[in-house]
């Protein structure tokens, strides 16, 4: 396991948010991880994400999609999944995340239809379901985003470990969203097996991906 300081995860520009340092605490989430794959009789695979396989977080959700469906992992059976926090008028991080992964499912080839891409809004009091389908169109129309409410969103952030600010502005709309940066990754299992480091760069991911498929 590659050993990854604190700074690594930390976007230092506020506007561009904060990444929870997860890999200070990495170690203690691969406790099943050689055992996996000592019965499974392979070589553990070398990924450029960080492995979290085992890890006693970010095991379910259940949110309303931008159509009022309820989401979870178990509609995913079969599919590698990521699922990022974001906002819409994120100005910089969630645009040049989802065009990636949008470019990973690509480098993916024909197993590209095997990836799904979630996105959960931290910000719900803006992003209502017609501005967020809108912007998930502009990315790849099979992106699928998640619309929860106020409370939902605290509960799915305390699964995920994920962190979440409001920054006020100017005026009382033109706050900003500091939040998490990284993406989760799980298997066609629907166990959560990876932390996508933002920036890590489509080729790396799509690399990481293919091993989980």
Not at 132 to 148: C, E, R, S, T
Not at 185 to 201: E, I, N, T
Request: charged residues 20%; aromatic residues 10%.
């Amino acid at each position: 396991m590659n050993t990854v300081t604190n700074s690594q995860f930390v976007i230092k520009n506020r506007r561009q948010a904060f990444q929870i340092g997860l890999a200070a605490a990495a170690s203690g989430f691969l406790v099943g991880c050689d055992k996996l794959t000592e019965m499974a009789g392979g070589k553990k695979p070398q990924f450029v994400s960080i492995d979290i396989t085992g890890a006693a977080f970010a095991k379910s959700f259940s949110l309303p999609d931008v159509d009022g469906k309820l989401r979870g992992l178990p509609d995913f059976a079969g599919q590698c999944v990521v699922v990022f926090f974001g906002f819409v008028q994120c100005p910089d991080v969630c645009p040049t995340t989802l065009a990636d992964l949008a470019q990973v499912k690509k480098l993916l080839g024909p197993k590209g239809d095997k990836l799904s891409v979630i996105f959960i809004t931290v910000d719900p009091e803006r992003d209502t379901s017609t501005v967020l389908k809108a912007y998930m169109a502009n990315f790849d129309p099979g992106f699928i985003a998640l619309v929860p409410s106020t409370e939902q969103l605290a509960v799915v952030a305390k699964e995920f470990k994920v962190f979440y600010k409001k920054v006020e502005g100017k005026t009382p709309t033109s706050y900003s969203m500091d939040h998490t940066a990284n993406g989760y990754v799980f298997d066609p299992q629907g166990k959560v097996r990876l932390v996508a480091r933002h920036g890590m760069g489509p080729a790396a991911l799509a690399g990481d991906i293919a091993q989980l498929m």
